[in-house]
């Protein structure tokens, strides 16, 4: 339950302030992984939680040549917060070359330090350049 608001072309705020979440995991994978990482109870392959969430998506073409491509995610069970932001940059050099930049951090309470005590920011990037052509 909740709204889709979209102000502007290419962007959306969608807020949902009753949200039911589930994580699964299958048999093969959690034999393979700790599921209490994920928030699942030892022995179960399933958790279940209500919150809120918020996503904002936006995609951005300041020229030509960049097109800026933006999730935003927060989910809270009003017990802890997840929250992820994902910024993916592509650039047009020319015909035949393009690259592309991904940053992407994450924070997600139920994911410990190695001490066990504090939950700790995630963080993953991408930069690739890619080659183009068109036979014709």
Same mark, same amino acid.
């Given at each position: 339950?909740?709204?889709?608001? =979209?102000?502007?072309?290419?962007?959306?705020?969608?807020? @949902?302030? @009753?949200?039911?979440?589930?994580?699964? @995991?299958? =048999?093969?994978?959690?034999?393979?992984?700790?599921?209490?990482?994920?928030? $699942?109870? @030892? #022995?179960?392959?399933?958790?279940?939680?209500?919150?809120?969430?918020?996503?904002?998506?936006? =995609?951005?073409?300041?020229?030509?040549?960049?097109?800026?491509?933006?999730?935003?995610?927060?989910?809270?069970?009003?017990?802890?917060?997840?929250?992820?932001?994902? $910024?993916?940059?592509?650039?047009? $050099?020319?015909?035949?070359?393009?690259?592309?930049?991904?940053?992407?951090?994450?924070?997600?309470?139920?994911? =410990?330090?190695?001490? #066990?005590?504090?939950?700790?920011?995630?963080?993953?990037?991408?930069?690739?350049?890619?080659?183009?052509?068109?036979?014709?």
């Amino acid at each position: 339950v909740g709204v889709d608001y =979209k102000p502007i072309e290419g962007l959306s705020i969608n807020f @949902a302030p @009753a949200t039911y979440k589930i994580v699964y @995991a299958f =048999k093969s994978d959690s034999e393979q992984l700790d599921v209490t990482d994920f928030g $699942i109870e @030892a #022995g179960e392959s399933m958790l279940t939680e209500w919150g809120s969430l918020l996503r904002v998506d936006w =995609k951005w073409q300041p020229v030509r040549e960049i097109i800026v491509d933006t999730k935003f995610y927060f989910f809270t069970n009003y017990q802890r917060i997840e929250t992820e932001l994902e $910024i993916n940059m592509d650039f047009i $050099i020319n015909r035949y070359f393009s690259a592309k930049l991904l940053l992407y951090p994450r924070y997600d309470g139920l994911i =410990k330090s190695d001490d #066990g005590l504090r939950p700790y920011l995630q963080f993953k990037e991408l930069v690739s350049v890619g080659f183009s052509h068109t036979f014709r």
